[in-house]
């Protein structure tokens, strides 16, 4: 939540920080702000609104754009609602200083009234004003330079955050610091100019070298002079390690299609091959994984897979339960990571758990994994980005190649955690003994074949694009799923509700008699995936049913179905392929259908309302 970026070097900083605060946009999306020092005058402009708002406001307020350091931010609120006065950055109370924060302070309030009491006085509700006011009490108190300064206050502080500071009265530095939430510092030629984000997307056309911060470290960035990284509980000078990135530009722009969830679903073919590419060899029967292989003994001894996870990757995790119970028999828990971690769970030495997180920061599946593992449990990670806290959090983990995913509706994430969990799955399989080698073979081949089939698949958009015209005023919808594909149903209502904000509920289908079908009647538009090997017979009868209410059916079926076509109203068809792998497919035509459905409703689709792309706050 929340995205900084910052820039210190020989370059004009306000292209670099709004160019920036762009490509971070997709963390929250609610206000913006940028400050530029200018060698004399700190100019800072901020508004409610997107990026895009600021440079308007920008344009027309006079604020100078020159200056070689600045520092900006894009809000997903917390504390206090969306509006100028709460949008950062913020200053403190003598105007010197000033601070960009992605995080909580939870003792915000405490601090608060004891700043109060020393004279401070407050304009907006957050939280960062206390922090960065806290921060010039130190400096004040103590007679220490910002670096210092930060550090103290910062051991005062409950709570997470990501933090750029700077200074008026030195502003030839920049001081960042990190708990909880990501910072990365990009390290520009001969240290002549750094970058500060909260990913290294908005460095990327400029260096591909970079520092990620670690919890609990505080960078002092000082122009031609480079980076002293140190730990905040104590004065200890770090090392840091400087990783080359992989990221390219192309990854991370929109590349001809209108959006980025557009292209994202259009990337899956690759974003399937990227992630079994090297560890399959379908033709000789082989599954290579280091996170699985190196603890192979972990997996095998196992009680039991605990799956946590939040949103489409928790889905994700319900087809991992599917996967592991059918074809390795080991008995698996899949948990909203957000309730596990509160619960109280029974974890011991003997259960694996898996995390599994697109962007590797959500706050729920970090806090979930540090449970696990107090509690000695052997923590896999399934991670998207690479470097990113959850990954460095686990004990091993194996990584989905899915490129970076900047629309907030995952598509590609989604996808690609089910490929690593069957991959995870077969090895599994294969090592225990569970399935025979021809049947192990046989999923090999149709897993390979799967990248081709979403390729075919996806030429199926106009037809989608008509039936989300015929539905697209619809209030309320229903998706049933049974078997692998509940998950889906449930990942197909989601993807309708964040984008369009339609109310859609995911069952599964022979749950609808319990209490659903009171809900059909002719207005109600059902999407019911009845893939020919997935219970069938008894889905065609859920159909029935719901043509007997006078619901309206989009029925996602096999390739050359006759019966499911007589009855329903739509039929979408996916390619042949084995029930454990539809999932891969039935949720393509149901992410085109979102989509179409959000554009034809004008919505926001990259952006939608109240979501930001990586929760990192509880
Ligand atoms: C839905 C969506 C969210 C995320 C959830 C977990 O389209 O994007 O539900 O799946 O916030 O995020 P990660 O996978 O980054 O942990």
Redesign the pocket.
Known sequence: MCGITGYIGYRDAYPIVINGLKRLEYRGYDSAGIMVYDGEQIQLSKTKGKVFDLEAIVSSDGAKKEGKIGIGHTRWATHGVPNDVNSHPHFSQSGDLVIVHNGIIENYDTLKKELVARGYTFHSDTDTEVLINLIEEVKKTEGCKLGKAVQLALTNVIGAYAIAVFDKTKPNELVVAKLGSPIAIGVGDKNEEFFVASDASPFIEYTKNAIYLEDGELAIIKKDKGIKVRKIDNDKEIDATIQELQLNLEQIEKGGYDHFMLKEIHEQPKAIVDTYRGRMLANEGVIRMAGVDDNLSKFLNADRIIIV???????AGLVGEYLFEDMARIPVEVEY?SEFRYRNPIITSKDVVIA???????A??LAAIKLAKSKGAFVFGV???VGSS?SRETHAGAYTHAGP?IG????K??TT?ITVLSLITLKLAQAKGTLSTSTINGYLQALQQIPNQVEKLLAIDPLVRDIADVYKEATNCLYLGRGFNFPVAL?GA??LK??SYIHAEGYPAAEMKHGPIALIDENMPVFVIATSKGHYEKVVSNIQEIKSRSGKIVAIVTEGDVTVREIADHVIEIPDTDEAFTPLLTTIPLQLLSYHIAVMLGKNVDQPRN?A???TVE
């Open positions: 996870a939040c949103g489409t990757s928790w889905h990571a599994i997180s697109q962007s590797g920061e959500t729920d599946t991670c998207n980005v959850i995913e907030v509706a995952s598509t994430a989604f955690q990942e989601l993807k964040e984008i979501l792309k990586s929760v």
